[in-house]
């Protein structure tokens, strides 16, 4: 059975859906952030915050880097931050990581499901999101609307940040292939922005083989962030000895995974950042000019939307995943 509560996290309201298997907190004045997924089955919190971090009404626009860094976003129309590049909207600036991520968002409950909606400020959208529990999945149904004339590229990007451990596999289809790069803090070791190397063993540019799907421990120093190619089944997990969170999705509306695998980049003197991002997306690149010159852009036709949904499950053994995996959309 579903229950809804409300309480308080650092003054701002934060909502809780909950059933036997699975809690899921989030803050609805700070993007809908999903601050907390935690499997009661198995005793286990999957979202990472970072160090010493407290939440708070963020400003429109507000960089993500001057803001918590932790849990679970959205980021629309766009993650760059840079112009739109196409009439009526070209020159109109996208914001670090989008729009919606620093705004309050309107709440709903319905039923058993909770509907959480925003509209854009730079440009003329709705973006809606309904939250149900399913057992020990969350299931989250998209609608994103556009009232305009005109047709809306964009990308649509969720963001959030696993807790790992050492020693935690990234899964992915066998069918992956090539992924690229898209940025690293140590350039002059795992090569630059564009390169394609293949998944999961890459060779350096030091000649050491590195394995990308392998999480190492926080003093590691590495980050690196990777788009796969056009994918052909959507999922994608991320597995330890005794446990596994994973996402389904349908690939013909999610084509991309970015995977966002941080492994002690610095934050500040003495902190350093650990998680990892499983990242379904609808665009190659952060960037959306650079997503419509690669042709791998999504589109909200004129007058209309575009729908989606994303499932997150929780387990912890092999055969739950296998069969969660097996279950498309």
Request: proline share 8%; charged share 20%; hydrophobic share 40%.
């Amino acid at each position: 059975m579903l229950t809804l509560r409300e309480s308080d996290r650092d003054g701002l309201r934060q909502i809780t859906l909950r059933n036997d298997e699975l809690s899921v907190s989030l803050l609805p004045e700070l993007g809908a952030k999903i601050i907390s997924v935690f499997d009661r089955v198995h005793s286990r919190e999957w979202m990472s915050i970072a160090p010493g971090a407290t939440f708070r009404r963020a400003q429109f626009a507000e960089p993500y880097s001057a803001l918590d860094n932790s849990g679970w976003d959205e980021c629309f129309p766009a993650v760059g931050a840079g112009y739109h590049p196409t009439p009526p909207w070209a020159g109109t600036p996208i914001a670090d990581h989008g729009e919606v991520f620093t705004l309050p968002w309107s709440v709903e409950p319905q039923g058993d499901s909770l509907k959480l909606s925003v509209s854009g400020v730079h440009f003329p959208y709705t973006f809606e999101k309904t939250l149900s529990l399913h057992g020990a999945i969350l299931r989250t149904e998209y609608r994103v609307s556009n009232p305009t004339p005109f047709d809306f590229p964009c990308i649509w990007s969720t963001h959030p940040l696993f807790q790992p451990t050492p020693g935690m596999r990234i899964r992915l289809p066998e069918v992956t292939g090539n992924v690229t790069f898209a940025g690293t803090n140590q350039p002059d070791r795992f090569d630059t922005y564009g390169s394609s190397h293949t998944w999961p063993n890459m060779q350096t540019l030091e000649g050491e083989l590195w394995d990308l799907s392998a999480v190492h421990s926080p003093n590691a120093g590495v980050a690196i962030k990777l788009f796969t190619r056009r994918l052909v089944e959507g999922w994608c997990a991320l597995v330890d000895y005794d446990g596994w969170v994973a996402f389904r999705f349908d690939p013909k509306i999610i084509p991309f995974l970015g995977v966002w695998i941080n492994q002690g980049l610095p934050r500040g003197e003495s902190d350093r950042y650990y998680h990892v991002a499983l990242e379904p997306t609808t665009g190659r690149s952060d960037w959306l000019d650079a997503a419509m010159r690669a042709d791998t852009v999504s589109v909200i036709p004129a007058h209309d939307e575009l729908r989606w949904t994303l499932d997150l499950g929780v387990g912890g053994d092999n055969e739950a995943l296998d069969q969660f995996v097996a279950q498309q959309i």
